[in-house]
């Protein structure tokens, strides 16, 4: 069994060239400009430059032969890294923060040359990978990992100077960690696709990197980039998303006579997973609105982010008109098995998926609370909420006109509860 802890990464197969001028001249010694030195030469101790940047650790007979941390109070790429320096070049393994998250890479002679993995939030948390990637004399090589938001991954060949995904069979792996597409890339942007499955994984016994190895591919209709616009919710509206196609089916609703259809599990699923998907067309964030743009807003509106959010017109409600995501036709509940999440797919872009919070089984109708404000919901959802106060928190009617009452003091909005 190979050893894949941080310490296996501090070798690298391949030779460093020494005639190459590292790229990295913000943290390498290349251009710093030392002002003030203190402490002991062979010792602890630190340094002040030119530009407020500071360096606080240990020395080894020379300002340039050095451990510790450099703050970069000037540098837009992070405030400090960690890590060690012989002849003021980066060696070894080095920290390095930067905005919405940090890193951690190997350099050899100020190049990186090696493993470089790539962390979401604040230095040293690593819960959140966001990318493996193998370098080699600054320049990365091989296959590249990276994770995408819902627990999707993108696997494959980048460009070396942008670093976006380029070329033929990079892979998208959906939430399941089996279902995947595979196609060609182009600036990030997939082309074009086939529905495939993964057959297996191989570890690459020089670089530690995973490749991925398929099987089943579909011959069927061809996966393309279909990002959802002001006004267009898709241009295949009828094709619909395979691997959706295989976890849920939509019928009649089993919550009511007037809920119409709804939402079902087709097989069972563990809590945290990932069962539905929900596109929609582009809207301008509803917190963000001021009603001077004049967009329409239909039932289904859900926040995306804080810039957007995404709805389904009400031509595209009928699953004859749009089948291309089935999450708009899960029901509410005050009481879900479901929650709304967010994931990256390489058809639709970010998206909103439905998430189960429990376990389910196979038959289970998808439930989620749609989150509304109570000022501004329509009957039927005050309707849903004055029923599930007076049947699951067994609250009074006057209880219930107290509950208004207090929203009213807390937030300046009056609430007419259907009582």
Known sequence: MKDLSHDAFKDCPYEVDPCL???????????????????????????????????????????????????KLTSEDGCYCVGKWTNGLMEDIFDLTETGGWKSARYQCGLKHGLERKFQGTYPDAKVLQRVAFYCNDSISGTVWQ?????????GQVDRE???FSGRDVIYIYPDLFTAIIGRYDDGILVSGFMCNIQDVILNQE???????????????????????????????LV???????????????????????????????????????????????????GTIGQPNYDYRIRLNGEIDIDIPLNCVDLNQYC????????????????????????FGLIIAIRAIIDLKKGSEVLVNYGMQMAEAPVWYKSLWVKYLRETKCLSDDEIKDWCSRQYSMYGRSIDLPI
């Open 21 to 71: 001028t590292p790229s990295d001249n913000v943290n390498n010694d290349l251009e710093r400009k030392i002002d003030r030195i203190h402490g002991d030469i062979n010792g602890s101790g630190g340094f002040d430059c030119g530009n407020n940047d500071y360096f606080e650790g240990q020395f080894f007979g020379s300002v340039y032969d050095r451990h510790g941390y450099l703050t």
């Open 147 to 155: 994770f995408l938001a819902g627990g999707a991954i993108l696997v």
């Open 162 to 164: 942008t670093e976006l």
């Open 207 to 237: 670089t530690y990197m995973l490749e991925i190895m398929v099987e089943n591919i579909s011959n069927g209709t061809k996966v393309k980039m279909d990002l959802a616009t002001s006004s267009i919710i898709s241009k295949f509206p």
């Open 240 to 290: 619909p998303d395979l691997w959706e196609a295989k976890m849920v089916e939509v019928c009649r609703s089993g919550i009511g006579e007037h809920a119409g259809q709804g939402l079902y599990l087709r097989k069972d699923v563990k809590s945290g997973q990932i069962v539905s998907l929900f596109n929609g067309i582009r809207c301008q964030s509803s917190r963000n609105d001021n």
């Open 324 to 347: 291309a995501t089935l999450g708009h036709k899960a029901n509410h509940s005050f009481t879900p098995n479901c929650k709304f999440s967010r994931l990256e797919h390489p058809r």
